[in-house]
C-alpha cells in the first residue's frame, strides 16, 4: 500500500519527531510509514487522518496486485 | 512496561534471600541445589536492581518514561517483537528436537530423550492451543 505521508508532513513544515509524539508512535514508526515499509492498523491510520483533518484515502493508496 | 517499585523492592529482597540460602545451607544441603538457590536469587536480585534503577531514572525525567512508554506501545514495535517471539519459537522446536536425537546417538539416559521429546510435543499442544484460543478471540 502506498502513501502519502511524507509529502503531507513536509507540505505542513512537520517533522518526524513532532508528527510521532502526537501520534504517540515511535519515530522509526514514521519512516517505516513513509517508505511502504509498514502498513499501519486501521486504528493508526484513522490517527494519521484526523490528525491532518483528512479521510484515509486521501493519505492511504490501495492498490489491487495484478 | 515497569511494574511498582514496591514489587521489584520484594523481588530484590527475595533474590537476597535466596543467595544468603543458598549460601548459608550449602555445607547442608546437596551441591547442585545450593547452586540454583544462588543462581535463581542472583538473576531476581540483578533483575530487581536494574528494574529499580530505571524507574527511579523514569522518576527524574518524565521524558524518558514517555518516550519507554510509546517504543513499548508502539503498535510496529509489538508486531516486531511478537514476530521475533513466533520465529525464535519456530527456531527452537528444531534446536530440541535435535538435541533429543543426538541424546539417542550419545546413548543417553531415556528420561533425557523423553524430556526433549516431550518440550518438543508441548511446543505443538500450546501452539494448537493458542491458534484455537486466538481464533475464538478474533
Known sequence: MKNRLEEIRKSRGISQETLAADLEVSRQTIGSLEKGRYNPSIILAFKIARHFSMSIEEIFIYEEEK | ?138
Open chain 2, 1 to 138: 512496561m515497569l511494574r511498582k517499585k514496591s514489587f521489584y523492592m520484594t523481588t530484590m529482597i527475595v533474590g537476597a534471600f535466596l543467595i544468603a540460602a543458598g549460601f548459608l545451607l550449602k555445607e547442608m544441603i546437596d551441591k547442585s541445589i545450593a547452586g540454583v538457590l544462588f543462581g535463581i536469587g542472583s538473576g531476581l536480585f540483578g533483575m530487581s536492581a536494574a528494574n529499580l534503577y530505571m524507574k527511579a531514572l523514569e522518576d527524574k525525567n518524565p521524558d524518558i518514561r514517555k518516550k519507554n512508554e510509546i517504543e513499548q506501545s508502539d503498535e510496529r514495535n509489538t508486531a516486531i517483537r511478537y514476530r521475533a517471539k513466533a520465529k525464535s519459537a519456530d527456531i527452537i522446536q528444531w534446536f530440541i528436537i535435535g538435541i533429543g536425537y543426538i541424546t539417542i546417538l550419545i546413548d543417553a539416559t531415556l528420561w533425557v530423550t523423553l524430556t526433549a521429546v516431550l518440550v518438543f510435543a508441548l511446543y505443538h499442544v500450546l501452539n494448537a492451543y493458542f491458534v484455537n484460543k486466538f481464533q475464538k478471540e478474533m
